[in-house]
C-alpha cells in the first residue's frame, strides 16, 4: 500500500486561494490547521510569515505556493529557507505580474551557472 503523498500550501490573495481551492488543494491536518492563507488588507506580515514558518515545519507539505507579492513582505523568510522540501514556488497574481528578477529560485539558479556554461 501506498504512502500519502504531500499537499500543496498556498498563501495569497484571495483570486488565487479560491482558483486553488476550487482545484481541491484544501485540506485540514490532523490539528485542525488548513494549507491555504487567505492574505487581504488587513492581514498583518506578522501572521503571513508565522503562517509561512508553520508550512516550512509541517511534515504532509511539499511545495509552499505564494503571490510574489506577498512574498516580497516576508523576502528574509523565504531566502532563509534552504531545503528543497517543501518547495517554495512564487506566482504572480491577478493584479500583480510575475517579476523573474525577485524570483529567489531563479537567483538561485543564475548563481550555480556562467555564461559559459551555455556556450
Known sequence: MAGRGKLIAVIGDEDTCTGFLLGGIGE??????PN???VE???SITEIEETFKSFLARNDIG???INQFIAEMIRHAIDGH???????????S????YDASKDSILRRAKGMFSADDFR
Open 94 to 97: 491577478k493584479e500583480h505580474p
Open 41 to 43: 488588507k488587513d492581514t
Open 82 to 92: 534552504m531545503q528543497s522540501i517543501p518547495a517554495v514556488l512564487e506566482i504572480p
Open 63 to 65: 511545495i509552499i505556493l
Open 36 to 38: 491555504f492563507l487567505v
Open 28 to 33: 485540514l491536518n490532523k490539528n485542525r490547521k
